[in-house]
């Protein structure tokens, strides 16, 4: 069964889509014209430092020095065959960066290919950023990825033996903590409505939000609705401070 350029095949459960030769191109293009591009490659003397330090390439399918000649040879097709696995194995360490006797960036590069990758949204980025979506979806209700009340002793077996220490009544442990915003177990700490919206308009404005519409658009018309919920109580409550002023 072979897929045929500009169409989905499905594999099982799996769908692949097979791009053209220019969407091909125009993704190499867009990865080209990032402005941080030419700092990041500077050429390549086929060492393999980078490589041999890369704590990823000891564990995945994944080669740091693949990705810098594959950019410099400017192979469309083989750049955009990395692009569905290899460039999500890149645990941006930057160790590659540091030990570049050419001071070129692998994870640099690597960082553009995803941001292009979503741009264009491409199934392998929608595929490695769905398991984030909670923690999306608990950062934009609440300020914070992480509440006192998800740190269970089994919740977090691979943390090791010290999470089993976790133990006692939460509520009362937060409450001794001298600092108000800190005294709360559905949240890290209490973030102020303004605070929120403040958030959001930066989300809004640097196009994360649009980037999520692409990623999970379920996802982003539940972050959207309590996005708006959230601005109309914000401006209630500068409604109800002008009124306050005026008395």
Known sequence: MVAVPGTALKIGKEVIYMATYAEMQQIY???????????????????GICTATCPSAQFYDYSPREIVQLLWTENVEQIYDAMQEKIWACAQC???????????????????MREVAIKHGMQSAKDVLRPFGRVMLKLITTGNQL????????????????????EGDLKILRKAIPVKTLQTTDTAWEVSL??????????????????LELMDENLFDVIEDFIDEKKEDYEDWLEEQEEEDDD
């Open 29 to 47: 293009d867009d990865i080209r014209g990032d402005f941080r591009y030419d700092h990041e490659l500077n050429g390549c003397l086929n060492c």
């Open 94 to 112: 930057m160790t590659c960066a540091a030990r570049c006797p050419f001071k070129n960036s692998p994870g640099g590069l690597v960082m553009i």
């Open 147 to 166: 509440s006192p009340d998800m740190i269970q002793p089994d919740h977090f077996p691979d943390w090791g033996p010290n999470i089993q220490k976790v």
């Open 194 to 211: 303004k605070t929120s919206v403040e958030m959001y308009t930066i989300w809004e404005m640097t196009g994360v939000l649009k980037s």
